[in-house]
Structures are given as structure tokens and as C-alpha cells.
């Protein structure tokens, strides 16, 4: 199972919106509306932020919201602040009952 | 709140079998439906996820890591746990344990992560 597809790096102003994909195939993104989103800061464990494509955990602010279309997801940080700067990680479900990351996208906020 | 904590040895020595624990507190391991992960990270690099075992007892484990990977639920300490064989530097990494809970695609409680190197 190959690693879902990211952009390396993205970055914005604050206040700002700034939108992340995340590509697979129709074996996992595609095939399911399992896609969740994690934010990762450095040194410290992934915490998760979107999960069934678009919904938001208990806590985590509507200024993050996922979408999907196809093989990709995407997830949209509206009104950017100086501490969204973070790694984030899309994750699905698979075809093989398993689990599949994304690379990672590094967000600075200029 | 559920929180979970792994343990293990830092350092693994090349062909050896690297072995690690998450403690489960403030619930119970067998409780759920829930499904326990180990995830990885080597440095710089992105999440891989390793594989899970249920309540139940059933596990499922990554493709590429099938041969060399072991998870399994000790229900009398409240803890689940990783075995990986023959390890090479390639597992040098920080391992992650999480909890999927069955009403969610999706890992909502992590440990804090562990740094194994596998070095001679």
C-alpha cells in the first residue's frame, strides 16, 4: 500500500485560508469516506483534527474543515493563525482493512 | 479520559527483536469497541502505520511489515504490545501507540511516542 500523496510544504499570511490535498486511489481515499486529518507539532504525538472526510472532533476549531472528491481529500484551514504552523497528515481506511498516511505537509504561516 | 503511554528499550541492536508495551489507563483495553495501533515515524519522515489488534483479539498489520510484526492485547495488566523481528536501521524511528475507537474512522487518543534506534 503506497503512502498518500501531499504537498511537502504550504504556507500563508494570517488571516488567510490555505487548502491541503491529499491524493490516493480508489482502493482507499477514493473507496471510502474514512479520511481523517491530523495536526503535528515537532517533538509531540499527532493529534487528530478532521475525521470521516468532513466532520470535527469535540474541541477542534471550525476554522479546520475537510472535504473529499475523488481519489483526494483535501482539508482547508480558513482564517490562518501564527499556531496553525504545524505538520499535517491525511489518513485512510484500505481496500486490505489496513491503514495508509500521507507524507505530511509542512504549514508555515508567514 | 483514556491516556496511553509506551515503554520499551531505546535502543535495539541489528537482527534482534525490538519489543514495546502501551499502557492503557483510564479505561480498559478490553472495553469498545476499540481498535489498538502501533504507528511509527522515522525522523523527518511521515507516519506508517504498523498494525492493530481488536478487543476481540484480532489483528491485522501492514503488508510490507506482515512477516516481522506481532501486536497482541496482556488483558491482566491493561496493556497491548509490538514485537518486531530482525530489525535493520530502517526501523530506527519514534513508535507510537493510538486507539481507534469503532465509532470512528479514525485515531483519536495517542501516547505520547517512544525513540527506538536500531544500532549496534
Known amino acids: 500500500q503506497s503512502a498518500l500523496t501531499q504537498p511537502v510544504s504550504v504556507s500563508g499570511s494570517p488571516g488567510q485560508s490555505i487548502t491541503i490535498s491529499c491524493t490516493g486511489t480508489?482502493?482507499?481515499?477514493?473507496?471510502?469516506?474514512?479520511v481523517s486529518w491530523y495536526q503535528q507539532y515537532p517533538g509531540k504525538a499527532p493529534k487528530l483534527i478532521i475525521y470521516?472526510?468532513?466532520k470535527r472532533p469535540s474541541g477542534v476549531s471550525i476554522r479546520f474543515s475537510g472535504s473529499k472528491s475523488g481519489d483526494t481529500a483535501s482539508l482547508t484551514i480558513s482564517g490562518l493563525q501564527v499556531e496553525d504552523e504545524a505538520g499535517y497528515y491525511c489518513?485512510?481506511?484500505?481496500?486490505?482493512?489496513?491503514?495508509?498516511f500521507g507524507g505530511g505537509t509542512k504549514l508555515t504561516v508567514l | 479520559q483514556v491516556q496511553l503511554q509506551e515503554s520499551g528499550p531505546g535502543l535495539v541492536k541489528p537482527s534482534q527483536t525490538l519489543s514495546l508495551t502501551c499502557t492503557v489507563s483510564?479505561?480498559?483495553?478490553?472495553?469498545?469497541?476499540?481498535?489498538w495501533s502501533w504507528i511509527r515515524q522515522p525522523a523527518g519522515k511521515g507516519l506508517e502505520w504498523i498494525g492493530r489488534?481488536?478487543?476481540?483479539?484480532?489483528?491485522m498489520y501492514n503488508a510490507s511489515l506482515r512477516s516481522r510484526v506481532t501486536v497482541y492485547i496482556d488483558t491482566s495488566k491493561n496493556q497491548f504490545s509490538l514485537n518486531l523481528s530482525s530489525v535493520t536501521a530502517t526501523d530506527t524511528a519514534v513508535y507510537y501507540c493510538?486507539?481507534?475507537?469503532?465509532?470512528?474512522?479514525?485515531?483519536?487518543?495517542w501516547g505520547q511516542g517512544t525513540m527506538v534506534t536500531v544500532s549496534s
Open positions: 483510564g479505561g480498559s483495553v478490553t472495553s469498545g469497541p476499540y481498535y
Open positions: 480508489s482502493s482507499d481515499v477514493g473507496g471510502y469516506n474514512y
Open positions: 489488534i481488536s478487543t476481540s483479539g484480532g489483528s
Open positions: 489518513s485512510s481506511y484500505t481496500s486490505i482493512s489496513t491503514w495508509v
Open positions: 470521516d472526510v468532513s
Open positions: 493510538a486507539r481507534r475507537s469503532g465509532l470512528l474512522s479514525a485515531f483519536d487518543v
